[in-house]
């Protein structure tokens, strides 16, 4: 799966994000502290990995800062993403499941690197509900969004 990747610091759980997602045979495409000369402000980097989304250059995103809430509020501006923080692997699990996520955001503040391996696992592991309730809000969000019903 080709993954992008934003974070606004170069921290170690960043680091390792990157270093999991490609030991999972995941493509990561990095933006902001994780590639050099990138624009490291939040909202800058995590709307460039969202755009890669929208645009279909990358199938999913990891949006990164200090809470997570500044790379979510930003990957969400983006028409077509559905960006969830997730600061356990319950939620992640919810996030793919109920809402058909397609950005993953995290806090780096409180995210260990055990625990970034559990919501990864959540996050990959759950498909997106197929019940009609489920579809039927994930495509109001995208009408809100104004971009047309999700797939």
Not at 6 to 21: C, G, I, K, N, Y
Not at 35 to 60: I, M, T
Not at 85 to 107: H, P
Request: hydrophobic residues 45%; negative net charge.
């Amino acid at each position: 799966m080709r993954i992008s990747v934003s974070s606004d610091m170069d921290e170690p759980v960043a680091r390792a994000l990157v270093a999991e997602l490609r030991e999972r045979g995941h493509e990561v495409r990095a933006h902001g502290a994780l590639r050099p000369g990138g624009d490291a402000r939040w909202a800058v980097c995590s709307e460039a990995a969202a755009r890669d989304v929208a645009a279909g250059r990358a199938d999913q995103a990891v949006v990164c800062c200090w809470t997570g809430t500044g790379a979510s509020l930003a990957a969400n501006k983006v028409s077509g993403v559905r960006a969830a923080l997730c600061t356990d692997a319950y939620t992640a699990d919810g996030a793919r499941r109920w809402n058909d996520a397609n950005v993953l955001a995290l806090g780096l503040r409180l995210t260990s690197e055990p625990l970034l391996k559990e919501i990864l696992d959540a996050w990959f592991d759950a498909e997106p509900s197929t019940d009609a309730d489920d579809r039927e809000n994930v495509s109001h969000v995208a009408e809100i969004d104004g971009g047309g019903a999700a797939s």
